[in-house]
Each structure stands twice: as C-alpha cells, then as structure tokens.
C-alpha cells in the first residue's frame, strides 16, 4: 500500500465533474469520519474546520450533503452544527430526518422487536465488564467498550458477539462490529440508504461517500459504479472503497479542493484545485467480510 505521488487519479476525476456539474452529492458518516471517537458519545464534536466546510459547500447549492450515521437522526444534526442542517439518515438508514426537521422511521417487523427485546433481558447475564455500556435504540441494541481496557473487554466481548450472532442467524438482523463495540441491529443498513439517496439523483450525477467503519462498508459496495468511496480514517485497513484519506488534515484538503471545484468551476484546472497537501494512497480493495473470513 504505497502513497501515490500527489492527488489519487480517482480523487482527481471526481473533482473534474463536481467542477462542471450543476448538482453533487456527498455522502458522510459522522463519527470516526467527521469527528473523532470519544468516550462519551455526546462530547463528540466535529473536527476542526471540517464544520465550516461542510457549511459552505452547501451554501453554494451545488451539492447537497447527507450524513449516513449508526447514531440517531436527531441526536446527530445538533452534534454536526451545520445550518441550516443536512438531511441525516440515522441508526444505518432505518429512519431519516430531512433539513425541515420532518422524521421518518422505518417500520419493523414484530419478530424483530420481540428478538431485540428478548436479548436486551439476556445481556444483563453475560456478567459485562465494569465500564461497558448498553444502549437500547428503537432498532438495535448496541454494546459498548471503548475506553475499557481490552485485557477486562475480552471475555465481554466473546460472550457478547456469541450472544448476538445467535440472534442474527435466528432472525433478519445483523451483528456488527464496529470502532469500540459491536451492534445487533434490525432494518436497514448503509448501504440501503445510499441506494435510496441515489435512486433521487440523476444517474451522471458526481458522488462520494466518506465513511471509516466496517458498517461503511455496506454503502462503498452500493455506490460502486455510481461514485467515490473513500475510507477516512488514521490507519488503513481493507476495504472496497477507492482511495483512503487521514484524518483531521487530509479530510480537510479534500473538503477545500471539493469547495474550491464548487466556486470556481472550470475557470482553473483541478490540479490547481487540490491542496499540495492532500496525498490519498491506494488501498487493498477487498470487503471488510472477504478480509476478515
């Protein structure tokens, strides 16, 4: 995996269209992607200048945005700050909160509420270790361990990932890992929500998805042929997205280049566009799944 000499071509391409088309569309996660991991979930604030960015390049009404997160719709727009907000399809795709602040929920099946109920009785007897914390969403039920220490995680783990995969083979839903926990989730996943976002555009319309996570992965996979996946995050790891960017730093070279491709068009070539500092490297281009066997 080795740094390309300047701006990845794929990048490169992407940006020439955005330049000349009169709509965009980029896609986000939020934690991880746009804001760094925190302990308390609700301290999670965007990175620096990344805010501000995102601002504009809506202002210009050449791009819409759209965050594609595993954290509630509503809980995410206050945490992004963007205004006026960006439509945010929460808890992987199963609901949907648009800029006028109007919330749609997918509707579950019966089976898959009774099963989630069922587990969220059982975890309490998987002696969890001190620290870990359950969150009950409408969906899903979502362990978390980030900031306990792997050595008192381990067996936690093991009991926890036993317990959801058993659930996940039973019935329609899925057990996912992620940065510092794993989710057993019913409904909708991310990549169902890229396919309905792209299913409103038109089909030459320019897109990137940013993501980080294994549960990026679903929307990489569904963008494919349609636009740019890009995995933001410090280390690299596989994925089937098509370039890789760190960040705060290179994330931000990017939302300038995608900002400047925006405000000055065709006027300039895109290479003057890009930052000098932003330098994608190529990524072994296999799913988390395949990679993980």
Same mark, same amino acid.
């Given at each position: 995996?080795?740094?390309?000499?300047?701006?990845?071509?794929?990048?490169?391409?992407?940006?020439?269209?955005?330049?000349?088309?009169?709509?965009?569309?980029?896609?986000? #996660?939020?934690?991880?992607?746009?804001?760094?991991?925190?302990?308390?979930?609700?301290?999670?604030?965007?990175?620096?200048?990344?805010? &501000?960015?995102? &601002?504009?390049? /809506?202002?210009?009404?050449?791009?819409?945005?759209?965050?594609?997160?595993?954290?509630?719709?509503?809980?995410?727009?206050?945490?992004?700050?963007?205004?006026?907000? !960006? &439509?945010?399809?929460?808890?992987?795709?199963?609901?949907?909160?648009?800029?006028?602040?109007?919330?749609?929920?997918?509707?579950?099946?019966?089976?898959?509420?009774?099963?989630?109920?069922?587990?969220?009785?059982?975890?309490?007897?998987?002696?969890?270790?001190?620290?870990?914390?359950? &969150?009950?969403?409408?969906?899903?039920?979502?362990?978390?361990?980030?900031?306990?220490?792997?050595?008192?995680? /381990?067996?936690?783990?093991?009991?926890?990932?036993?317990?959801?995969?058993?659930?996940?083979?039973?019935?329609?839903?899925?057990?996912?890992?992620?940065?510092?926990?794993?989710?057993?989730?019913?409904?909708?996943?991310?990549?169902?929500?890229?396919?309905?976002?792209?299913?409103?555009?038109?089909?030459?319309?320019?897109?990137?998805?940013? *993501?980080?996570?294994?549960? #990026?992965?679903?929307?990489? /996979?569904?963008?494919?042929?349609? *636009?740019?996946?890009?995995?933001?995050?410090?280390?690299?790891?596989?994925?089937?997205?098509?370039?890789?960017?760190?960040?705060?730093? /290179?994330?931000?070279?990017?939302?300038?280049?995608?900002?400047?491709?925006?405000?000055?068009?065709?006027?300039? !070539?895109?290479?003057?566009?890009?930052?000098?500092?932003?330098?994608?490297?190529?990524?072994?281009?296999?799913?988390?799944?395949?990679?993980?066997?």
């Amino acid at each position: 995996m080795k740094a390309t000499a300047g701006v990845d071509s794929a990048i490169e391409a992407l940006l020439s269209r955005v330049a000349t088309a009169p709509v965009s569309a980029l896609l986000v #996660d939020f934690d991880g992607t746009l804001a760094p991991f925190r302990v308390d979930p609700a301290s999670v604030r965007p990175w620096a200048g990344v805010r &501000e960015l995102l &601002e504009r390049i /809506q202002c210009t009404g050449r791009t819409t945005i759209a965050v594609v997160t595993g954290r509630p719709a509503c809980e995410t727009a206050p945490l992004l700050g963007i205004i006026p907000p !960006p &439509e945010v399809w929460g808890l992987h795709g199963a609901e949907r909160l648009d800029a006028a602040g109007w919330l749609e929920q997918q509707t579950l099946e019966v089976e898959d509420r009774m099963a989630l109920a069922a587990i969220l009785e059982l975890l309490p007897l998987a002696d969890l270790a001190r620290g870990i914390r359950i &969150e009950r969403k409408w969906n899903a039920i979502a362990v978390h361990w980030r900031g306990v220490s792997e050595r008192s995680v /381990q067996t936690t783990r093991a009991r926890v990932m036993a317990l959801f995969h058993q659930a996940a083979r039973t019935g329609r839903m899925r057990c996912m890992p992620f940065d510092g926990g794993v989710e057993l989730c019913a409904g909708r996943n991310k990549g169902d929500a890229v396919r309905l976002i792209l299913h409103r555009l038109a089909a030459d319309t320019p897109v990137a998805y940013l *993501g980080d996570d294994e549960t #990026d992965e679903d929307a990489f /996979q569904a963008l494919e042929g349609r *636009g740019l996946g890009i995995l933001v995050r410090r280390r690299q790891r596989p994925s089937a997205a098509h370039a890789w960017l760190r960040p705060p730093g /290179q994330l931000r070279d990017f939302l300038a280049a995608w900002l400047r491709a925006l405000v000055q068009g065709s006027r300039r !070539p895109v290479a003057a566009m890009v930052s000098g500092a932003l330098v994608s490297e190529s990524i072994d281009r296999r799913t988390v799944g395949s990679a993980l066997g």
